[in-house]
């Protein structure tokens, strides 16, 4: 097998200064567990690699104008300016002639903006909650929403930032969920997304691609069987990342997860789906609800999802036979085809 050429570490610097931060400290620090799973790996396989931490959107351009290596590696999840920002680096790398790890510029902008993602799938006949977008300096027309439990989450954040269980999720329209709206609109300075609450089981899908195939990998569900009647069943930020707390301790992942082989193959159909309408590229996982009818939802779509030791990703890899060092070959080879396309072959 032909060894990787040298190969560029990009991450973002933990203690930006975007809104919202200071209060999702946890999974911005995750970024360094990352970091160290990619750099092991490319030991393992013998490849020399430089890792270098960006903060702002002007620190990448000469950042990639400096670097020798001809491949980055990205592991840039936000920068000072915000998610968008982070968001193009892909096209930044391509602009300077090198390939990049994951998914397009385009495709991280769209996923990262829950509302333009879900009417992406929507227009793609995929199952989604219903839901509204309520911009920042607008109220919650919370009157004009469907009886039903409804959640409360950043429009354009990931890894669980901004949810709460104890606070994000309302039994039916109501004041508290349109002060839940505020809320997220001072912490976060982004618009807020009004959510159906759907179904009480939650699945999540790791997708790979390795060339022009794409494998969806073993099938995990949360287990919330040690929630009471009082508790939402949604993996909410201290489920994520607060270790003390009692949503870390009893939302255990099972994989593969206990589903009918027929319900199996649908929950596999509509990931590739979804993995389609989206564009990703490389990896991703595909968050879905599942309720008491067999309906399932899809909730969120994770382009370059995190790739840390104990993520879902990294697990759906582990019961998939597939190593830490095949999966960094595999995304690697897949930039480096992309970067000879754009050479012409070259």
Known sequence: MPRLPPTLILHNRPGGSMPGQAASAESEAGVLDEVAVVREALDSLGTPHRTVAVQRLTDLPPALAAAPESVVFNLVE??????????????????SGKGCTGSSSRCLMMTLD????????RDAGLPVPKGITVPPGERCNWAGLEPGS?????????????????????????????????????????????????????????????GDRVRVLPIAEIDFSAFGPERARVVDYAAKWVEESFAYQHTPRV????????????????????????????????????????????????????????????????????????????????????????????
Not at 78 to 95: F, I, K, N, Q
Not at 322 to 330: C, K, N
Request: aromatic letters at 6%.
């Open 78 to 95: 936000t920068l000072a300016g915000g998610v968008d920002d982070a968001a193009t680096v892909p096209d930044l790398c391509r602009a």
């Open 114 to 121: 829950k509302g333009w993602c879900k009417s992406v799938l």
């Open 150 to 210: 409804w959640i409360v989450k950043p429009a354009a954040s990931d890894a669980s930032e901004g949810i709460h269980a104890e606070s994000s999720v309302f039994p039916q329209p109501s004041p508290a969920l349109a002060e839940a709206v505020e809320g997220i609109h001072r912490e976060f300075g982004q618009a807020a997304l009004v959510e159906q609450y759907v179904g009480d089981r939650e699945l999540n899908v790791s997708v790979l691609q390795t």
């Open 255 to 346: 994989i593969p997860a206990p589903l009918p082989g027929r319900l199996a193959r649908q929950v596999r159909e509509v990931c590739l789906r979804a993995w389609q309408a989206s564009g990703c590229g490389d990896y991703a996982r595909v968050d879905l609800r599942l309720d008491a009818a067999g309906r399932l939802y899809v909730i969120e779509i994770n382009a370059n999802p995190d790739i840390a030791p104990d993520g879902g990703f990294m697990a759906a890899l582990a019961a998939g036979n597939i190593s830490r060092a095949r999966f960094v070959r595999t995304v690697i080879g897949n930039a480096l085809a992309r970067r000879r396309g754009m050479a012409g072959g070259k």
